[in-house]
């Protein structure tokens, strides 16, 4: 099943490739330039379908859990300063997705939506210490009954064009559904309470929607 924001660039990329095999077939004489040229022409397309694939997960709603909202690395643990909402400090729980991840971004917890901005910015690699301040973003506060106030950042890598965020304030998010996508390379950051208790470490690879970060 392929991601509703990759209809559009799947049905294009699909006319091009055909068009592009087609061609090579009948006008390419040389025949293994003609055979690299078709090949090639499949592994693009292949690749945009992992890319916007959307794999249904099932999540396991819980109020006690703070669950991944993508699937990739965590690339970053530590106490910082938040500065943009709550301008005190937070612990943040970074996950870098690369461009064979798959990059919907789900609820990692379920409550009202109580902010959700935009912000236009760079396209620094996702991992720069300076991305998550400068890179195009959006940031998303969901209230939870248990957690109080959680943060998460969607965050544009060198690659990522376009953030796609559903969330509006006054939303009911319920854990594990879809709360965006971020096409082509990006990161994902949490803000989470200090004394909220970590479950995964520094290089783990996580599932969105399914792996617990935080109890």
């Known amino acids: 099943m392929f991601h509703k924001e990759g209809h559009k660039i799947i049905a294009v990329t699909f006319i091009i490739i055909a068009a592009a095999v087609i061609l090579a077939e009948y006008y390419v004489g040389i025949s293994w330039l003609k055979t690299l040229i078709q090949i090639a022409c499949l592994i693009v397309l292949v690749l945009i379908l992992q890319f916007f694939r959307n794999p249904k997960r099932k999540t396991t709603i819980s109020d006690e859990n703070i669950i991944a909202p993508v699937d990739g690395k965590v690339v970053v643990i530590e106490e910082v300063f938040e500065k943009e909402y709550f301008k005190d400090k937070r612990l ?26 935009y912000h236009p910015g760079k396209y620094l690699v996702a991992w720069h210490p300076k991305a998550s301040e400068e890179n195009e973003r959006t940031t998303v506060v969901v209230d939870n009954p248990t957690y109080g106030e959680v943060l998460y950042r969607q965050i544009a890598g060198a690659l990522a064009k376009r953030i796609v965020n559903y969330a509006k304030e006054g939303d009911q998010a319920i854990q594990g559904t879809d709360a965006g996508f971020i096409k082509f390379g990006s990161r994902v ?18 599932k969105g929607g399914i792996d617990i970060i935080a109890k």
């Open 92 to 117: 943040q729980v970074s996950i870098f997705m690369s461009p064979i991840n798959v990059h919907v971004t789900r609820y990692a917890l379920s409550g009202i939506v109580k902010y959700s901005k």
């Open 189 to 206: 950051d949490l803000y989470l309470p200090l004394d909220a208790e970590v479950k995964v470490s520094l290089g783990q690879k996580v």
